[in-house]
Nanobody, 128 residues
Framework: QVHLMEFGGGSVQTGGSLALSCAPSVITYDTYSMGWFRQTPGKEREGVAAIDSFGSIIYADSVKGRFTISKDSEKDILYLQMNSLKPEDTGMYYC??????????????????????WGQGTQVTVSA
C-alpha cells in the first residue's frame, strides 16, 4: 500500500495560479502511474491528469492548456501546476497511485477503481 500526502492548495481569484505536490511513502516513479483527481460536494470524483512511469501524460479536456502534471523522479514527488484557474476548478484535489502504465489512456481518468491508493486531499478554492 502506498500512502500519499498532498501539499499546496488554497484560495485564489479567477485567473490565478496554484501548485500542488504529492509525496508517496514508497518509491513509485519506476512502477506506478500517478494522478490527480478532484471532487466537489454533490458531484462524483473526476480525473484531472495522470502520468505513468514512461512519462506518458493524459489530461481531462477541461484542464488542457491550463494545468501541467509532472514528477521529479529523483525526489519521487508528483506536481500539478494550475494556471488560469476558474471557479469551476474549485474542489478537493486528490493524489492517486496505481501499479502499471496508463495503457487504457483517458479511460483511466474515468475508472476510479483503476487507482489503488489515495491521499486525503487538499482544498482548492477559486473565487470569481
Amino acid at each position: 500500500q502506498v500512502h500519499l500526502m498532498e501539499f499546496g492548495g488554497g484560495s485564489v481569484q479567477t485567473g490565478g495560479s496554484l501548485a500542488l505536490s504529492c509525496a508517496p511513502s514508497v518509491i513509485t516513479y519506476d512502477t506506478y502511474s500517478m494522478g490527480w483527481f478532484r471532487q466537489t460536494p454533490g458531484k462524483e470524483r473526476e480525473g484531472v491528469a495522470a502520468i505513468d512511469s514512461f512519462g506518458s501524460i493524459i489530461y481531462a479536456d477541461s484542464v488542457k492548456g491550463r494545468f501541467t502534471i509532472s514528477k521529479d523522479s529523483e525526489k519521487d514527488i508528483l506536481y500539478l501546476q494550475m494556471n488560469s484557474l476558474k471557479p469551476e476548478d474549485t474542489g478537493m484535489y486528490y493524489c492517486a497511485a496505481r501499479r502499471g502504465t496508463l495503457w487504457r489512456r483517458y479511460a483511466h481518468l474515468e475508472r476510479l477503481d483503476d487507482w489503488s491508493d489515495w491521499g486525503q486531499g487538499t482544498q482548492v478554492t477559486v473565487s470569481a
